[in-house]
């Protein structure tokens, strides 16, 4: 199962989702959530304000390995962005952190959980990482509350965390998933107050 999106071509699909590298055709797609200010500044950046600074944030950001589109296999478009990185919170080979958002009339849908369980199950089965981050910033219930449906672990709070983009400081809520948590929990049926 592979489609080529701007040089990375891994593809994980689910029940209603395929997650496929960004390409920079999805501009315009991408734009309509991207500059609603309840999308972006809840993560740490500013609305977008055109498409061609939606065109060059993907051509510059969201084009690399392991960050996906979030495509709705029912219209075949892009609603939002989820992926695993390298940075200060995830700095060694076998770990990474995942970051997600999802425009705003997709809210309410299980689609990031959905999306992140087999960005999760990618991250453990097939890289063989040993641990996967995830963190909030202080005040986003939303996302909070998709950490604690895929089985997150808090593990500290930091009041004055740097937001560059925004140019702010704000509290930061910081979770773990082992891979040993990982295998637990699909070792148990999904709830359906977890999908």
């Given at each position: 199962?592979?489609?080529?999106s701007?040089?990375?071509?891994t593809?994980?699909?689910t029940?209603?989702?395929?997650?496929r590298?960004?390409?920079?055709?999805?501009?315009?797609?991408?734009?309509?959530?991207?500059?609603?200010?309840?999308v972006?500044?809840?993560?740490?950046?500013p609305?977008?304000?055109?498409?061609?600074?939606?065109?060059?944030?993907?051509?510059?950001?969201?084009?690399?390995?392991?960050?996906?589109?979030?495509?709705?296999?029912?219209?075949?478009l892009?609603?939002?962005?989820?992926?695993?990185?390298?940075?200060?919170?995830?700095?060694?080979d076998?770990?990474?952190?995942l970051?997600?958002?999802?425009?705003?009339?997709?809210?309410?849908?299980?689609?990031?959980?959905?999306?992140?369980?087999?960005?999760?199950?990618?991250?453990?089965?097939?890289?063989?990482?040993?641990?996967v981050?995830?963190?909030?910033?202080?005040?986003?219930?939303?996302?909070?509350?998709v950490?604690?449906?895929?089985?997150?672990k808090?593990?500290?709070?930091t009041?004055d965390?740097?937001?560059?983009?925004?140019?702010?400081?704000?509290?930061?809520h910081?979770?773990?998933?082992?891979?040993?948590?990982?295998?637990?929990?699909?070792?148990?049926?999904?709830?359906?107050?977890?999908?």
């Open positions: 199962m592979s489609e080529k701007n040089g990375f071509d593809v994980l699909k029940e209603r989702l395929i997650l590298g960004w390409k920079e055709s999805d501009a315009e797609e991408c734009f309509k959530y991207a500059k609603d200010p309840l972006g500044p809840i993560c740490g950046w609305p977008h304000t055109d498409v061609e600074y939606t065109r060059g944030i993907i051509r510059d950001v969201l084009a690399v390995p392991e960050t996906y589109a979030i495509v709705l296999k029912e219209t075949g892009p609603v939002g962005c989820i992926g695993l990185n390298h940075n200060d919170l995830a700095s060694k076998d770990e990474a952190e970051g997600y958002w999802l425009g705003v009339p997709c809210w309410g849908r299980g689609i990031v959980p959905e999306a992140a369980r087999e960005v999760l199950r990618h991250a453990f089965e097939d890289l063989k990482l040993e641990r981050w995830c963190g909030y910033y202080h005040g986003n219930a939303k996302s909070k509350r950490q604690e449906k895929l089985g997150f808090y593990q500290w709070t009041d965390v740097p937001v560059p983009l925004m140019g702010e400081i704000r509290k930061g910081v979770n773990l998933m082992t891979k040993e948590d990982w295998a637990e929990i699909n070792r148990r049926p999904l709830r359906e107050e977890d999908r």
